[in-house]
């Protein structure tokens, strides 16, 4: 038995599809009971800032996939430990690397990471760039017209498709990548420009770009996020201290299979776009 977090997520989500078509036994972390699941899959209620909500989840697991940032995660972890879990799978990012403890993200990273291995379990860490369904924030400026103002628009990344951060994670969680830290990326590295006319070929529209400054794209962040997380964004994408645009091979060389484009990644979720 899995235990899957974050299980209503763009990855989690994915990953409790994947497991539970596989005929693999899968439990999902929720916050409420009468959320929609798969079939084969079942639910579990509880909350991984209360480590002692988890008791019934745990029962019986294996292997967890394990969001980063939660409040207490040396408690968790060892609840999971306590319980007989064997196998943590985190996903993390590419911001770990740098270990900057005074980035807001990188720091919750770091950290996340460093309870997984102070933990004793076996653990593989997962470190996506940017995710594909990101361009959903679009989704409103969509709804109005035919023009999409984007952030940070001279910063390419290679994307990944969350359902491919699922496939290596279901790997993982069966054994045999322990120890490993996987950079996960899409096959090539776009700019926003890119992706907005990657979407407007899938949606048949005539789509205007236009990238935003550093003015108008710091304004927008300060209005939907908290100012350490703005820095810490300025960081990466400004000052240029995380690189988005390297290729890694990860996702083909633990599924098989090439890591979907963009482009795939559009057709697929088109109808969420109309």
Same mark, same amino acid.
């Given at each position: @038995? ?17 497991? #539970? ?21 079942? #639910? ?10 988890? $008791? ?10 394990? @969001? ?11 609840? #999971? ?10 996903? &993390? ?14 720091? +919750?990273? $770091?950290? &996340? ?16 760039? !940017? /995710? ?8 409103? %400026?969509?709804? =109005? ?5 984007? %952030? /940070?628009?001279?910063?390419? #990344? ?11 994670? !279901? ?13 996960? $990326? ?8 890119? %992706? ?11 789509? =205007? ?14 209005? &939907? @996020?908290?100012?350490? +997380? ?5 960081? /990466? +994408? ?25 482009? %795939?990644? !559009? ?5 969420? /776009?109309?």
């Amino acid at each position: @038995m899995f235990l899957v977090t974050g299980a209503t997520g763009n990855v989690g989500a994915e990953l409790v599809a994947a497991l #539970a078509g596989a005929g693999t036994p899968v439990r999902a972390l929720v916050r409420r009971p009468d959320v929609a699941l798969p079939d084969g899959a079942e #639910a579990a209620v509880g909350d991984l800032n209360d480590p002692g909500s988890l $008791t019934d989840a745990l029962k019986g697991v294996e292997g967890v996939f394990l @969001m980063s940032g939660y409040a207490d995660m040396p408690g968790m972890l060892a609840k #999971a430990r306590d319980a007989g879990v064997r196998r943590i799978v985190l996903l &993390s990012g590419g911001s770990a690397e740098l270990a900057d403890l005074d980035n807001a993200v990188s720091r +919750y990273m $770091t950290l &996340s990471e460093r309870a997984v291995r102070e933990s004793g379990l076996d653990r593989t860490f997962l470190r996506p760039r !940017a /995710f594909m369904s990101n361009a959903l924030r679009w989704l409103p %400026q969509l709804r =109005e017209g035919d023009t999409v103002r984007a %952030q /940070f628009p001279d910063v390419a #990344a290679a994307c990944v498709d969350p359902a491919d951060i699922a496939a290596v994670a !279901a790997r993982a969680l069966a054994g045999g990548h322990e120890g490993r830290t996987y950079e996960l $990326t899409g096959p090539v590295a776009l700019r926003p420009a890119e %992706q907005v006319a990657v979407l407007a070929e899938v949606l048949g529209r005539d789509l =205007e770009f236009v990238g935003l400054s550093n003015d108008e794209t710091r304004a927008e962040l300060e209005a &939907s @996020m908290p100012r350490e +997380y703005v820095d810490a964004f300025w960081d /990466f +994408y400004v000052d240029g201290t995380l690189d988005e645009a390297t290729v890694h091979p990860a996702v083909p060389d633990v599924t098989g299979r090439p890591a979907r484009t963009f482009a %795939q990644w !559009a057709t697929a979720h088109a109808d969420a /776009f109309r």
